[in-house]
C-alpha cells in the first residue's frame, strides 16, 4: 500500500510536468515526489514503528489536499518589479543588516574557538529538544537581543537581498547592507548548528534556492552568475555539515542497532508512514496548541509547544513529520482541515504575483505560503518559524499602508 503513496505524487508531478509549468513550481513538487519515494525505503527499514497497517485513505487524503494548495499557491517567476514607495524601508532594512554583525561574530567566535562538540551533538540535541540547553546561551545578552532581529525577519532577508539587487540602477544600497541581510539570514542556520540542528541548515538552502527561483528573470546576468557560483559553495558546505552532524548524532551507542541510511531514509520519509499509520488515527484534537502554539501567548498562554501534553491528547508521538496536513488535522481534525487548507489556497491565490509584477509587502506573505508547500512534506513550517511569520506579518503591514500613504500624498 505503501507504493500507492508514491504513485500518487508522482502522477501529480508528471502531470504538471507534461504540463510545462514553471521550475520553480516543479521544485516543491519534486521535493514531495522524493519523500513519497524515500517513505517506501523507510517503511522497510528497521526503525519503522508501523503502529497501524497502512490504508488507501489516507494517502488519497493527502494527495486531494496538496493538489488543491498547489494549484493556488503555484505561480510564474517574476518579469517586474513594483518599487516600493514606503519611507520605512530602508530603515528597516538598516535595522536587520546593522543587528545581523554583533551576533554573527559571536557565533563564529563560538565556532573557531572550539565551543561546538560535534562528537556530543547527540546529547546536546536532546538536551536543546527537552528545553534544558537555550541555544543563545552561547551570545551575551545584548547579542541575543539583536539576534531576535535576524529570527524574526528569516523570511524576509532573502527576498530583500534580491529586491536591491534588481532595482540597484535607481536605488543604491550599499554592500555593508547587502551582506548584512545574507548575515542575518544566516544566523539562525548558524546558532541551529551549535545545537545538532539539521533542519534549519536544509531549510535555509532551499527557501533561498526558492527565492532565488522566482528572481532568477530579473537579476542581471552578471550578477546572477556570481549568485550561482556562492550558491554552489554554499550547498556543498551546509550539505557537508549536514552530513557530519547527520552521522555524529546516530552513531552513538543507543542508536547503534540501526544503519546511517536507516536515519537518512527516516529524515526523508517518514512524514508520509507517520500520517498514515498514527496521525491518521488521532484520539484527539488539539484545538491549535500543535501548530499555533507560539500565539497562546497573546491569550494568556505560555507560547511553548508541549509535545508531551499533546501526546496524551492524541495517543500518538507528536515529536515526529506528519506532513503539514497531518500537524493540522491533529488541531482541527479531519473535516475542517480540509477547510482550512481551502482557505489557505484563496489567501495564496490573491497574494501571488499577477502577470509576474512583484508588489513587496504581497510578495512576503506569498513566499511565506510558498514555503509551507515547499517544507510541508515534512512539517506545518510555521512550529519552527513562528516568530519569522509574525515579524513577516508586521512589516508586510507597515510597508502595505505607508506605501499607500506616500500614494495619497501625490494625488493630493
Known amino acids: 500500500m505503501i507504493y500507492i503513496n508514491f504513485i500518487l505524487f508522482l502522477c501529480i508531478f508528471l502531470y504538471f510536468l507534461k504540463k510545462k509549468v514553471d521550475f520553480v513550481n516543479l521544485y516543491p513538487l519534486f521535493l514531495w515526489t522524493i519523500s513519497a519515494l524515500f517513505s517506501i525505503l523507510y517503511s522497510q527499514s528497521d526503525i519503522f514503528r508501523n503502529l497501524h497497517k497502512f490504508t488507501l485513505l489516507p494517502f488519497v487524503y493527502l494527495a486531494v489536499l496538496f493538489f488543491i494548495y498547489f494549484i493556488n499557491v503555484k505561480s510564474s517567476p517574476l518579469k517586474k518589479i513594483t518599487v516600493c514607495k514606503s519611507p520605512l524601508l530602508m530603515p528597516i532594512i538598516w535595522i536587520i543588516s546593522c543587528t545581523a554583525y554583533i551576533p554573527f561574530t559571536e557565533i563564529m567566535y563560538y565556532f573557531f574557538s572550539g565551543g561546538i562538540d560535534f562528537s556530543n551533538i547527540a546529547d546536546i540535541k536532546d538536551e536543546y529538544t527537552s528545553g534544558e540547553y537555550d541555544a543563545r546561551e552561547i551570545l551575551s545578552v545584548f547579542s541575543s537581543k539583536l539576534y531576535g532581529f535576524s529570527a524574526y525577519s528569516w523570511f524576509l532577508s532573502p527576498i530583500l537581498f534580491f529586491y536591491y539587487l534588481v532595482i540597484s540602477p535607481s536605488t543604491k544600497i550599499s554592500k555593508f547592507f547587502a551582506s548584512g541581510l ?79 541510511t536507516d536515519w537518512f531514509y527516516r529524515y526523508l520519509g517518514e512524514s508520509f508512514c507517520n500520517f498514515n499509520t498514527e496521525c491518521w488515527y488521532t484520539r484527539g484534537t488539539t484545538n491549535g496548541l500543535n501548530c499555533f502554539s ?7 498562554g505560555d507560547g511553548q509547544r508541549d509535545y508531551t501534553m499533546l501526546e496524551k491528547i492524541t495517543g500518538t508521538r507528536m515529536n515526529v513529520y506528519n506532513t503539514l496536513f497531518g500537524d493540522l488535522l491533529y488541531d482541527f481534525g479531519h473535516i475542517v482541515t480540509i477547510f482550512i487548507v481551502i482557505i489557505l489556497s484563496m489567501i495564496a491565490r490573491y497574494l501571488k504575483p499577477k502577470n509576474g509584477n512583484m508588489i513587496l ?50 494625488k493630493v
Not at 507560539?294 to 494568556?300: A, D, E, I, T
Request: with cysteine.
Open 294 to 300: 507560539y500565539f497562546s501567548s497573546f491569550v494568556g
Open 182 to 260: 545574507i548575515i542575518s539570514y544566516l544566523n539562525p542556520l548558524l546558532l541551529g548548528m551549535t545545537v545538532g540542528t539539521r533542519g534549519a541548515l536544509l531549510w535555509a538552502l532551499l527557501y533561498f534556492f526558492q527565492v532565488f527561483l522566482f528572481f532568477r528573470h530579473v537579476i542581471p546576468r552578471k550578477t546572477k552568475k556570481i549568485i550561482n557560483k556562492g550558491f554552489f559553495i554554499m550547498s556543498i558546505g551546509i550539505m557537508t555539515i549536514f552530513l557530519i552532524i547527520t552521522i555524529n548524532r546516530f552513531t552513538v551507542d543507543r542508536y547503534s542497532n540501526y544503519s546511517i
Open 361 to 410: 509587502p504581497n510578495f512576503f506573505l506569498y513566499s511565506v505560503c510558498f514555503y509551507i508547500l515547499l517544507s510541508g512534506f515534512l512539517i506545518w513550517p510555521l512550529i519552527t518559524k513562528a516568530h519569522s511569520f509574525l515579524g513577516t506579518i508586521l512589516v508586510s503591514i507597515i510597508l502595505y499602508c505607508t506605501n499607500n500613504m506616500m500614494k495619497d500624498r501625490r
